[in-house]
C-alpha cells in the first residue's frame, strides 16, 4: 500500500494557496485558492506564454482619452483583472490582487483603488467573495482594510512580520493575514548567524503565535502562513488555516513521502499562554517599532514591490510604444 505524498496529507489539515502567477503550475497542483503580488505579475508578464492577456489588455484601451502614467495604471489594472480572471478558472477558491504598493501609507487612496478592482472584477460577473485585496499591513493599510471589509470587499493583509500587525488586523476585522515565514527566518539568521529548523524557527513561531491567540480569543480574521524557504516551516505549521506556497515547495512536498502530523489546531489553541491586548494608534506604532526585524522587513518589502511595479511601468510604456 502506496503512503500518501505530504502535499496530499496536508491538504486535510490546511488549506492549501498556489504562491505564483503561473497557470500551468495551479492546474498542476490544485490548491484552493491563489495569490499574486506585483514581482509575480511581473515575471509572468515577460513570458511569452502570457503575452496574449498582456496584448489584450494594451489593444482594450486603443483610442483611450488616457494618456501617460494614467494609461499605463489603467492598463495594469487590466493585466492585474486579466490574471485574476484567469487564475479563478482554475483555483475553485479566491484570488488575491495587490494594490499598488506605493500607496502603503495612503489610506483614502488605497480604499478607492480597492473598490476600483473590485468593480472591475464585478463587471466580469465575477463575486466579490471570490477575491481578496491584497494591502501591506502598515497603519494606513489596515484602516483601509477595517473600511473595505464593512463595505463587503475582502483583505489580504500583506508584509506582516510582527505580532502588533496582527492584533491589530484582527481588531480591524479584516478577512485574512499573510504573516511571511521565510523572511523572519532570513532576518534572525542573518542577524545572529544561527540556522534554524522545525520548531525553532522564528518565523514559524510567529505564526503559531498569532494562530494561537486569534483562535484563543475567537477571531474570524483567517491566518496564511506565506514566503517559505523549505518544506520543514510547511510541515510544522500543518494545521493553520491557509499556507501559500511556491511551485517548487508544492513539488517536493508531493513527491515526498510519509507520515504528515497536524501540528496546530484550535483545540490546542485554546491552552495557549497568551492575554488579550487592544491597541491604538499610539500603541501600535510604539509596539510595531520596538520590533527591528518587523519594521526593517515590512520597509523592504514595500521598497521592493513599489520597485517591481515601477518595472512593470516600463516594461508595459514599451510595449504600447
Given at each position: 500500500m502506496s503512503t500518501a505524498n505530504h502535499l496530499d496529507q496536508l491538504k486535510k489539515y490546511t488549506t492549501v494557496v498556489a504562491d505564483t502567477g503561473d497557470f500551468t503550475t495551479m492546474e498542476e497542483y490544485k490548491p484552493q485558492d491563489a495569490t499574486t503580488n506585483p514581482s509575480l505579475i511581473l515575471?509572468?508578464?515577460?513570458?511569452?506564454?502570457?503575452?496574449?492577456?498582456?496584448?489584450?489588455?494594451?489593444?482594450?484601451?486603443?483610442?483611450?482619452?488616457?494618456?501617460?502614467?494614467?494609461?499605463?495604471?489603467?492598463?495594469?489594472?487590466?493585466?492585474?483583472?486579466?490574471?485574476?480572471?484567469?487564475?479563478?478558472?482554475?483555483v475553485p477558491g479566491r484570488v488575491s490582487t495587490e494594490v499598488d504598493a506605493r500607496l502603503s501609507f495612503d489610506t483614502a487612496s488605497t480604499v478607492a483603488k480597492g473598490r476600483q478592482l473590485i468593480e472591475m472584477y464585478e463587471k466580469e460577473g465575477i463575486s466579490r467573495d471570490r477575491i481578496l485585496i491584497k494591502i501591506a499591513s502598515t497603519w494606513e493599510g489596515i484602516r483601509a482594510a477595517e473600511e473595505l471589509e464593512k463595505e463587503g470587499i475582502h483583505c489580504n493583509l500583506t508584509l506582516l512580520f510582527s505580532f502588533a500587525q496582527a492584533v491589530a488586523c484582527a481588531e480591524a476585522g479584516v478577512q485574512l493575514i499573510s504573516p511571511f515565514v521565510g523572511r523572519i527566518y532570513d532576518w534572525y539568521?542573518?542577524?545572529?548567524?544561527?540556522?534554524?529548523?522545525?520548531?525553532?524557527?522564528?518565523?514559524?513561531?510567529?505564526?503559531?503565535?498569532?494562530?494561537?491567540?486569534?483562535?484563543?480569543?475567537?477571531?474570524?480574521?483567517?491566518?496564511?502562513?506565506?514566503?517559505?524557504?523549505?518544506?520543514?516551516?510547511?510541515?510544522?505549521?500543518?494545521?493553520?488555516?491557509?499556507?501559500?506556497?511556491?511551485?517548487?515547495?508544492?513539488?517536493?512536498?508531493?513527491?515526498?513521502?510519509?507520515?504528515?502530523t497536524e501540528k496546530i489546531n484550535e483545540t490546542t489553541a485554546q491552552s495557549c499562554d497568551?492575554?488579550?491586548?487592544?491597541?491604538?494608534?499610539?500603541?501600535?506604532?510604539?509596539?510595531?517599532?520596538?520590533?527591528?526585524?518587523?519594521?526593517?522587513?515590512?520597509?523592504?518589502?514595500?521598497?521592493?514591490?513599489?520597485?517591481?511595479?515601477?518595472?512593470?511601468?516600463?516594461?508595459i510604456s514599451d510595449m504600447m510604444a
Open positions: 515575471q509572468a508578464a515577460a513570458k511569452p506564454e502570457y503575452k496574449p492577456l498582456v496584448d489584450k489588455a494594451i489593444s482594450e484601451h486603443a483610442g483611450s482619452a488616457l494618456t501617460g502614467d494614467a494609461l499605463t495604471e489603467s492598463v495594469i489594472d487590466r493585466i492585474l483583472i486579466l490574471f485574476g480572471l484567469e487564475i479563478l478558472k482554475i539568521k542573518k542577524s545572529t548567524g544561527n540556522e534554524y529548523t522545525g520548531a525553532d524557527d522564528p518565523g514559524v513561531q510567529s505564526v503559531k503565535k498569532i494562530y494561537n491567540y486569534y483562535k484563543k480569543f475567537g477571531y474570524k480574521t483567517e491566518v496564511m502562513g506565506a514566503s517559505f524557504r523549505n518544506t520543514s516551516q510547511i510541515t510544522e505549521l500543518a494545521g493553520c488555516d491557509l499556507l501559500t506556497i511556491s511551485p517548487g515547495l508544492l513539488e517536493t512536498l508531493q513527491n515526498t513521502a510519509g507520515e504528515l497568551c492575554e488579550k491586548i487592544s491597541l491604538d494608534e499610539k500603541a501600535f506604532r510604539f509596539e510595531y517599532n520596538e520590533d527591528a526585524m518587523a519594521t526593517e522587513k515590512t520597509a523592504e518589502g514595500i521598497r521592493n514591490f513599489s520597485a517591481d511595479i515601477v518595472k512593470l511601468e516600463k516594461l
